[in-house]
Nanobody, 130 residues
Framework: QVQLVESGGGLVQSGGSLRLSCAVS????????VGWFRQAPGKEREFVAS????????GYVDSVKGRFTISRDNAKNTVYLQMNSLIAEDTAVYSC???????????????????????WGQGTQVTVSS
């Protein structure tokens, strides 16, 4: 049974930082990719960032480039989202998702469509106060 569990959310002031974690269990994931998505109140869920588990290739939505960094720790089966210079517009429920298996070239592709992801975590709330 594949499971994804997010943690690290919370309340932070504008300009602050948070690091989200996504612990993945249930199988090996060398041929998978992990994405972070977020959903703000009254808005649709949107892609934030993704990483290929085998190559470490990453991609980001324009609004977070230069502020957020996605990374993975293969030994811990965990993907991180380091969020710096947070602004009120980053307030949302953040969820991680898994897709695959895929060949490296496909896993390296930045997939923004949530329907392409097969497994999802429960989400963690991030609130940025202005």
């Amino acid at each position: 049974q594949v499971q994804l569990v997010e943690s690290g959310g919370g309340l932070v002031q504008s300009g602050g930082s948070l690091r989200l974690s996504c612990a993945v269990s249930g199988r090996t994931f060398n041929d998978h990719a992990v994405g972070w998505f977020r959903q703000a109140p009254g808005k649709e869920r949107e892609f934030v960032a993704s990483i290929s588990w085998s190559t470490g290739s990453t991609g980001y939505v324009d609004s977070v480039k230069g502020r957020f960094t996605i990374s993975r720790d293969n030994a811990k089966n965990t993907v991180y989202l380091q969020m710096n210079s947070l602004i009120a517009e980053d307030t949302a429920v953040y969820s991680c998702a898994l897709r695959g298996p895929c060949i490296p070239a496909k896993c390296d592709t930045v997939e923004v469509l949530q329907g392409r992801y097969d497994y999802w975590g429960q989400g963690t709330q991030v609130t940025v106060s202005s």
